[in-house]
Nanobody, 125 residues
Framework: VQLQASGGGLVQAGGSLRLSCAAS????????MGWFRQAPGKEREFVAA????????NYADSVKGRFTISRDSAKNTVYLQMNSLKPEDTAVYYC???????????????????WGQGTLVTVSS
């Protein structure tokens, strides 16, 4: 599966953006899809993930209550709605797919099998 992330841009603090991640082929109900981010000079970190079949979600504490992950099966697309953005949310955001999640909604990078190219989100203060 090839993933294409889009929707990044420049936004002021307090603003909103919606990221999209389109899969090149039909996503199977057993998949999990996640969003990660990497800020300048920092390691890539988990943001949010969703189990495709059940819609079960998992969020990093830093985004809980502000970000929402969702999926559209008809479009083979996962979304990340980001509200109340902060300067510390500035990063390159990556989407990824886990073909065979073992348990729950995975948060670790090593669980994911295929990655998109990333989209840059810049939040100005």
């Amino acid at each position: 599966v090839q993933l294409q992330a889009s929707g990044g841009g420049l936004v002021q603090a307090g603003g909103s953006l919606r990221l999209s991640c389109a899969a090149s082929e039909r996503t199977f109900s057993s998949y999990a899809m996640g969003w990660f981010r990497q800020a300048p000079g920092k390691e890539r970190e988990f943001v949010a993930a969703i189990r495709w079949s059940s819609g079960m979600t998992n969020y990093a504490d830093s985004v809980k209550g502000r970000f929402t992950i969702s999926r559209d099966s008809a479009k083979n697309t996962v979304y990340l709605q980001m509200n109340s953005l902060k300067p510390e949310d500035t990063a390159v955001y990556y989407c990824a797919v886990d073909y065979a999640p073992v348990f729950g909604v995975p948060r670790t990078q090593s669980a994911y099998d295929s990655w998109g190219q990333g989209t840059l989100v810049t939040v100005s203060s």
